[in-house]
């Protein structure tokens, strides 16, 4: 039995360090952008993000992308 993959939906989203909180814990914040194109290729995503990470005043820490899809029987 073969199943397939549909794809759905993807967003990016970008993780930044927001400094620190008042127990000296680091404070971590994500940006979430919906609507990614889902044959958007990897290298694209990460350069757009790279774009958005340069507009940032604070230090961009990682960078991923979350996908979803439907899987279906083939």
């Given at each position: 039995m073969a199943v397939n993959k549909e794809p759905q939906t993807s967003k990016m989203i970008i993780t930044i360090d927001n400094?620190?909180?008042a127990k000296g814990q680091p404070v971590q914040r994500q940006r979430s952008y919906k609507n990614?194109?889902?044959s958007a290729a990897d290298a694209?995503?990460?350069a757009v993000a790279q774009g958005i990470a340069d507009l940032q005043t604070h230090a961009v820490i990682g960078i991923s992308r979350q996908d979803e899809g439907n899987l279906v029987n083939a």
């Open positions: 400094g620190v909180n990614v194109k889902v694209d995503v990460y």
